[in-house]
């Protein structure tokens, strides 16, 4: 077996590929997009011929003037599959770093810059694998947008006319959404190589910078349709996630500055693993008020109360694909950066205050989600606030802090990121197929479209925790952790499995509401191309495959909880 230790040049190719494969697909979509413009350019318009007139005075018959030829709206487009490479990429590096730190532990390059242990190794895999749900799923996402007029082989691809876009005539009907559409895939991309960033790297700093990448690009893609909601919801992501940065900003500063008066050299002052081993050096108080300023911070990005009012506009007006990527990964990579700063307030502070903090968000996240999803009426608004609900419950498992709790969060990271991600996939095509995300306006949809109906209530059902799903497995991890570590922990969980009842009762109503009953009239059944539902069917499979049995990635978790242990 390869030991990454041994070679240094394997190692800094499998920490960069992760966020470095993305941006080069990126670029790779921009160069096309570029060649694309350059050819629409040089085609030219056609004149409409004048009509002859025949003997006599009348009008002949004129032949009909050329047209270039147009590809069906529907029709996927090739270069949609490309974005696949970054998330098997991503999943390779992820396989590759998971086997070698499990038998010799962490490994590091560029001086220390990029490291992977245990922790970075779990979440490349559960960011390659709801990417690959997600950019699988795009093509036939991208292939409805075309058949409503939402997006055509230009808007997406940079296809010019006569080459699959829409014929000159059309250009100014559908020029607002090329600009909008235009840049989708190098955004995506973007998205993905700015996760992976934070993921892989070691130094506190450019983790605030990865992070706030994310804030940039995904703001894009949230206002891509230009409509006046959805301008709104990105400009609203935009100011309340901006706060959040400038808190876990403020944060990393403080943190720094107790570093540097504690005696550690300004290169290595916001290294994790240093900052981990000589906490006890640093000064409590500006610690404190650090670490809450960061968990206050990238709790924004979490969905974490109070900075959450964004979520639900966000991941309602994005497309579906996209909002299967904020709400999967997104937010758990913001929860990851909360969990390395937890162990080193751990060491500087003992447990009892990251304890108390993260409990009390939790709890409040939690009755504030339970509540809004009583009275929600949108389903894709609903699927938010159902995150909401699971990263309270896995901030209630960091503030418990014992092994199987750590275990059984990270376990509910992987977990929530592929049911909820087959979710919102398959909510783009309940969209796409009855022109509203009102529930109240959707119902009969098994028996108007089976299979759609039948992945989209499966993948309630997983995120509701039923077996034989992963989720089930971690929440009662969760659940039994939490009693089992004392009697204020115990009292915060019992408070916790109440909420979770009335949004597991919310949530379950509404589901029924859209699934059961007949379709309505007027609609035909409706039969989904296989090669709309396949990727669905993997996140659920390997959701379902988690439930039963960690296999291969069981030490891997158990390593991974273990780097989270308070030292």
Excluded at 116 to 135: E, K, N, P, Q, Y
Excluded at 203 to 230: C, M, P, Y
Excluded at 396 to 408: E, I, M
Excluded at 433 to 462: K, M, N, Y
Aim: glycine content about 10%; hydrophobic content about 55%; overall charge positive.
């Amino acid at each position: 077996m390869l030991h990454l230790s041994q070679e240094p040049a394997m190692t800094a190719l499998l920490l960069t590929a992760p966020a470095a494969a993305p941006l080069a697909v990126a670029g790779a979509y921009t160069l096309g997009g570029l060649r694309a413009g350059r050819q629409a350019a040089e085609v030219p318009t056609v004149q409409r011929p004048l009509e002859p007139v025949a003997a006599g005075g009348g009008r002949a018959a004129a032949p009909m003037p050329a047209v270039a030829p147009t590809i069906s709206p529907a029709r996927r487009h090739p270069r949609d599959w490309a974005g696949l490479a970054s998330p098997l990429v991503i999943l390779a590096c992820g396989a590759l770093l998971a086997a070698d730190v499990i038998d010799d532990g962490p490994v590091s390059a560029y001086s220390g810059l990029l490291r992977a242990d245990a922790l970075t190794a779990w979440m490349l895999l559960v960011v390659g694998a709801v990417a690959f749900i997600a950019c699988a799923s795009g093509p036939a996402y991208l292939a409805g947008e075309r058949a409503a007029d939402r997006a055509t082989g230009r808007t997406v691809m940079g296809v010019p006319p006569g080459h699959g876009g829409p014929p000159a005539r059309a250009k100014s009907r559908v020029g607002g959404q090329s600009r909008a559409w235009g840049n989708y895939h190098v955004l995506v991309q973007a998205f993905l190589g700015a996760m992976c960033l934070a993921v892989v790297t070691a130094n506190l700093g450019v983790l605030w910078v990865a992070i706030e990448a994310t804030t940039i690009v995904t703001a894009f893609l949230v206002g891509h349709r230009r409509t006046r909601t959805s301008v709104e919801a990105a400009w609203k992501y935009v100011v309340i996630c901006s706060a959040g940065i400038a808190l876990a900003f403020l944060g990393t500063v403080l943190l720094y500055y107790a570093a540097r008066q504690a005696g550690i050299a300004e290169a290595w002052a916001l290294d994790w693993p240093t900052l981990v081993a000589r906490a006890d050096r640093l000064d409590p108080a500006v610690t404190r008020l650090g670490i809450t300023l960061v968990v206050l911070g990238y709790g924004a990005k979490a969905g974490l109360v109070p900075l959450h009012a964004w979520l639900p506009d966000a991941h309602s007006q994005a497309p579906a694909p996209v909002s299967a990527l904020m709400s999967g990964v997104l937010l758990s990579v913001a929860f990851a950066a909360i969990l390395r700063y937890r162990v080193i307030a751990d060491a500087a502070l003992g447990p009892d205050f990251t304890r108390v903090l993260l409990a009390g968000i939790a709890l409040l996240t939690l009755a504030l989600a339970a509540a809004l999803l009583l009275a929600q009426r949108d389903y894709k608004r609903m699927l938010a606030y159902s995150s909401m609900e699971h990263m309270s419950l896995i901030a209630l498992a960091a503030a418990v802090g014992s092994p199987l709790a750590l275990a059984a969060g990270l376990l509910h990271i992987a977990g929530h990121g592929l049911a909820k991600a087959t979710a919102f996939c398959a909510s783009g095509r309940i969209l796409q197929l009855r022109g509203t995300s009102e529930i109240g306006r959707v119902s009969g949809l098994l028996a108007q479209s089976p299979w759609l109906g039948a992945v989209f209530g499966l993948a309630v059902v997983a995120l509701l925790g039923f077996p034989p799903f992963s989720l089930f497995a971690s929440e009662l991890g969760i659940a039994r952790s939490g009693f089992a570590a004392g009697a204020g922990l115990g009292w915060a969980m019992a408070a916790a499995l109440l909420l979770v009842l009335i949004a597991f009762a919310a949530l379950a109503t509404r589901t029924a509401r859209m699934l059961l009953g007949p379709s309505p009239a007027g609609d035909t059944a409706v039969q989904d191309s296989p090669s709309a539902l396949w990727p669905l069917t993997v996140g659920l499979a390997a959701c379902t495959a988690l439930g039963i049995a960690a296999g291969p990635l069981g030490d891997l978790l158990s390593q991974a909880a273990a780097v989270l242990e308070r030292p």
